[in-house]
T-cell receptor
Framework: DAKTTQPPSMDCAEGRAANLPCNHS???????VYWYRQIHSQGPQYIIH???NNETNEMASLIITEDRKSSTLILPHATLRDTAVYYC????????????????FGSGTQLTVLP | EPEVTQTPSHQVTQMGQEVILRCVPI?????FYWYRQILGQKVEFLVS????????KSEIFDDQFSVERPDGSNFTLKIRSTKLEDSAMYFC??????????????FGEGSRLTVL
C-alpha cells in the first residue's frame, strides 16, 4: 500500500471549514484513499473514501487531485467534537474474494478545533 | 446503528497471566480484525480473520497470541502469558463483504489492558 504524508497538527476555528491535506504521491491505479479519525483513544471511525472522483457524505467532503497524488478532507463547519486525530490511508479496497485487506495507520494529523 | 462491542472495557492483570479479550462484531460482517494502540503511539495491526482462519498477521502477533471465533458471534483475542509491554488499548474491528468499492472497517471502543 502507498505511503501517505500528513502534517502532524492543525488548528481550526469552530464553525469554519477544516481542510486536512494528505500527500500520496506513490498511489497506484487500484488504490483508494480512506479517511478515518480517532477521538481521544476511542476506536477509529470511518469518515469517507474515494478513488478519483470527489466524494461527499454527511460528515465530510473528499477532494482528490486529478493526478491522484494528493487529497484534502474538508469538514465544512468544524465543531469542538471534531477535535481528533485524522488518518489518511491508501490501500486497495476490500473485495468479496476473501482478502481481509487490513488498514495501516500512520501518525495522522491532530486537528484541534478552537472555540 | 449496528456497532462492534468489546468486553471488558478495562482489565488489569499480573504479568504472566492469560487474558481473553472479547468482541461481538456486526452481525452480517465476514472479516474481523484486532489492532492495538500503546499509549501515545500509532494504531497497530495485529491480525485479520476470515472464513474461520487467520488471513494476515503482523510481526507483533507471535505465538503468545491467538484468535478464535468460537460460536459464530464472538471473536476473541487471547494472550497466553502477558508481558508488561502488552499493556495497550486493543481494538476489534469488522467489515462486511462487498465489491471493490467497499472496505470500511467498523471499530469497537476498545479494551484497555494493563499488565502489572
Amino acid at each position: 500500500d502507498a505511503k501517505t504524508t500528513q502534517p502532524p497538527s492543525m488548528d481550526c476555528a469552530e464553525g469554519r471549514a477544516a481542510n486536512l491535506p494528505c500527500n500520496h504521491s506513490t498511489i497506484s491505479g487500484n488504490e483508494y484513499v480512506y479517511w478515518y479519525r480517532q477521538i481521544h483513544s476511542q476506536g477509529p471511525q470511518y469518515i469517507i473514501h474515494g478513488l478519483k472522483n470527489n466524494e461527499t457524505n454527511e460528515m465530510a467532503s473528499l477532494i482528490i487531485t486529478e493526478d491522484r497524488k494528493s487529497s484534502t478532507l474538508i469538514l465544512p463547519h468544524a465543531t469542538l467534537r471534531d477535535t481528533a486525530v485524522y488518518y489518511c490511508i491508501v490501500r486497495v479496497a476490500g473485495s468479496s474474494s476473501g482478502s481481509a485487506r487490513q488498514l495501516t495507520f500512520g501518525s495522522g494529523t491532530q486537528l484541534t478545533v478552537l472555540p | 446503528e449496528p456497532e462492534v462491542t468489546q468486553t471488558p472495557s478495562h482489565q488489569v492483570t499480573q504479568m504472566g497471566q492469560e487474558v481473553i479479550l472479547r468482541c461481538v462484531p456486526i452481525s452480517n460482517h465476514l472479516y474481523f480484525y484486532w489492532y492495538r494502540q500503546i499509549l501515545g503511539q500509532k494504531v497497530e495491526f495485529l491480525v485479520s480473520f476470515y472464513n474461520n482462519e487467520i488471513s494476515e498477521k503482523s510481526e507483533i502477533f507471535d505465538d503468545q497470541f491467538s484468535v478464535e471465533r468460537p460460536d459464530g458471534s464472538n471473536f476473541t483475542l487471547k494472550i497466553r502469558s502477558t508481558k508488561l509491554e502488552d499493556s495497550a488499548m486493543y481494538f476489534c474491528a469488522s467489515r462486511g463483504a462487498g465489491g471493490p468499492n467497499t472496505g470500511e472497517l467498523f471499530f469497537g471502543e476498545g479494551s484497555r489492558l494493563t499488565v502489572l
